[in-house]
């Protein structure tokens, strides 16, 4: 997949490439290891925030503490 946007390291836009990686996140206080989606500038390889995604990945890791929890999946 493919994204554009800000990359600080070149500070200007550029095509991002979005790969999955292993991403720990806190999960009222675990940590909860998922593929997240990540951006990375195609240019130079640095590692890009973008929003759009890093919501994505913290709704898939609540996913997955649910899961482990064995609690549903609505809030
Ligand atoms: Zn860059």
């Known amino acids: ?3 554009e946007g800000y990359c600080p390291n070149c500070d200007a836009r550029r095509k991002l ?3 999955l990686i292993d991403e ?3 999960v009222r206080g675990e ?3 998922i ?3 990540v951006a990375f500038c195609e240019k130079c390889g640095q ?3 973008d929003r759009e995604l890093d919501s994505a990945n913290l709704e ?3 996913a997955e503490y649910r899961q482990r929890k ?3 999946s609505r809030n």
Do not use: Q
Request: glycine share 4%; aromatic share 12%; net charge positive.
């Open 70 to 72: 064995g609690l549903p």
């Open 35 to 37: 593929k997240a989606e």
């Open 17 to 19: 490439l979005v790969k």
């Open 31 to 33: 940590p909860i290891t």
């Open 1 to 3: 997949m493919m994204k």
């Open 24 to 26: 720990t996140y806190p």
């Open 60 to 62: 898939r890791a609540y």
């Open 47 to 49: 590692d890009v925030f």
